[in-house]
């Protein structure tokens, strides 16, 4: 190298900040550990050490134990205390024949010690070896940490299928292992529950070839699950051409209602310019039918222990169910238990029209309350 | 007390640093001297204690020497002892020349 110092700092050097009193000591300690291509630094006493070393963190630390004001002891010990230094390899020089510094050095976290008079040979071999440590230890450390993002991400991922991108990052956030929240196989909670499904899907696969469906059901899935993961719901199921979503669930959220409703009025919204190109390319009439229903329902992972599906049980599931069965195309029907914060939500100046419809299992018809959806 | 010189191998890659050292080195005498005046013997016993730790380091063994007995002499309290090392230790820094190696 013709230009030794100069090539060293450039490519992020082995930094050691050399603490003693006696600057002869530590200029001498400093020339050598340059020489073999580190980065040294020096402070004269303890105060300015712990300064340096907050303010940038060496690699490594060479520290004289007799000092004014705290001594090598001191420093190492406040060193190996704090969370952001422990592992920050710590050298204390002590006299050639004083043992009990040594004990001492050892009780106070110290890695290594160095005696005085400084042997060339003894400190470049020490530094070396720690130096080697310290390198593993941040690259294990680095292995660690790439793993955990690694996992995180593949929890994020599988999160993903089930949540929206957000809520998933919010579960995670607030579950780090992404397991305490669906640790309670079943509980009880409040959920709003919202069904849609294709007006208009029979006949549909009725007359297109086969080949064609699925596509045709990936699009409109694809515009449905755009529109829930945009308001934070949960799908909890798809099948044939219905989707389920819970809102509140898996993590509270106190506007569900109105989530529910802006994710309906969105999947319709959303869904008309398909149903258009769908009318002119097949001449068949589609639209989407929404049920809306709140309640108390069971949340929980049901299954065999092959196969489980997070899912959600109770009447109001049942009750959406059955209205998005009656809704017309592009219409929401809103059940009872729903109903009651609609006013809230929309403000009473908001028309309702309400219905009185019987539903299958139910002995009295129910109240629910149509909203249409322009599509024009 | 001859002036015969007294030859010190330093390792060449010190070399800039030595001035400095021996300018060091001389100021220190003179604190050691002030001292033993004063009667500190506590500030004598830290002097020692540093010759001790930085003159072999550099290739000064005698210092090293000297700084041991300065540590030891002023635990021990011996005044006479310590005022032999201290002149000792001037005839040392006024005979010593320096070898680069």
């Given at each position: 190298?013709?230009?030794?110092?100069?090539?060293?700092?450039?490519?992020?050097?082995?930094?050691?900040?050399?603490?003693?009193?006696?600057?002869?000591?530590?200029?001498?300690?400093?020339?050598?550990?340059v020489q073999q291509g580190m980065q040294a630094d020096t402070a004269a006493d303890?105060?300015?050490?712990?300064?340096?070393i907050a303010a940038a963190p060496p690699d490594l630390v060479l520290l004289d134990v007799q000092m004014?004001?705290?001594s090598g002891f001191d420093i190492c010990r406040q060193l190996k205390g704090r969370e952001a230094t422990a592992l920050l390899p710590v050298v204390l020089i002590t006299a050639l024949e004083d043992q009990e510094s040594r004990v001492r050095g050892i009780e106070a976290g110290a890695d290594d010690f160095l005696s005085k008079p400084v042997?060339?040979?003894?400190?470049?071999a020490r530094v070396k070896t720690l130096r080697r440590l310290h390198e593993t230890r941040k690259e294990l450390e680095g292995r660690r940490l790439a793993a955990e993002v690694q996992a995180r991400e593949a929890i994020r991922r599988a999160f993903s299928r089930y949540l929206s991108p957000r809520l998933a990052e919010r579960v995670l956030r607030e579950s780090p292992d992404g397991e305490a929240i669906f640790r309670n196989l079943s509980e009880r909670a409040a959920v709003v529950t919202l069904f849609a499904d294709l007006r208009g899907f029979t006949r549909l696969s009725e007359t297109v070839p086969v080949s064609m469906i699925v596509p045709m059901l990936n699009e409109y899935f694809t515009v449905l699950t755009a529109a829930v993961h945009d308001n934070e719901g949960t799908v909890f199921s798809m099948a044939g051409d219905s989707l389920l979503v819970g809102f509140n669930v898996p993590v509270p959220q106190d506007d569900a209602m109105t989530r529910a409703v802006t994710t309906a009025q969105a999947m319709i919204e959303r869904f008309a310019p398909v149903a258009a190109r769908w009318k002119a390319e097949h001449r068949l009439?589609?639209?989407?039918?929404?049920?809306?229903?709140?309640?108390e329902v069971v949340v929980g992972n049901v299954g065999a222990p092959s196969f489980m599906s997070y899912t959600i049980i109770g009447d109001a599931v049942n009750v959406a169910a059955r209205l998005m069965q009656q809704?017309?195309?592009?219409?929401?029907?809103?059940?009872?238990?729903?109903?009651?914060?609609?006013?809230?939500?929309l403000g009473r100046s908001t028309p309702l029209e309400r219905r009185e419809i019987a539903l299958k299992g139910k002995a009295e018809p129910v109240q629910v309350v149509a909203l249409r959806v322009g599509t024009a | 007390m001859t002036a015969e010189p007294i030859v010190v191998t330093v390792a060449k890659d010190l070399e800039d640093l030595i001035p400095t050292f021996m300018k060091n080195r001389t100021t220190e005498v003179e604190t050691l001297r002030a001292?033993?005046?004063?009667g500190d013997l506590e500030q004598m016993r830290q002097l020692g204690h540093r010759m001790k730790g930085v003159g072999n380091s550099y290739g000064f063994e005698k210092v090293s020497t000297l700084g041991r007995q300065i540590e030891d002499g002023a635990n021990a309290g011996d005044?006479?002892?310590?005022?032999?090392?201290?002149?000792?230790?001037?005839?040392?820094?006024?005979?010593?020349?320096?070898?680069?190696?």
């Open positions: 190298m013709s230009d030794p110092g100069s090539g060293r700092v450039a490519q992020a050097a082995f930094r050691v900040l050399v603490v003693d009193d006696d600057p002869d000591m530590a200029g001498f300690l400093a020339r050598l550990l303890g105060h300015a050490a712990l300064e340096m004014p004001g705290p042997r060339r040979e003894e400190l470049l009439a589609t639209g989407i039918g929404v049920g809306i229903e709140a309640g809704a017309a195309a592009n219409e929401i029907l809103i059940g009872p238990s729903a109903a009651l914060s609609l006013h809230a939500m | 001292a033993l005046a004063a005044r006479a002892g310590l005022e032999a090392r201290i002149a000792e230790y001037t005839d040392y820094l006024a005979r010593v020349q320096i070898v680069y190696e």
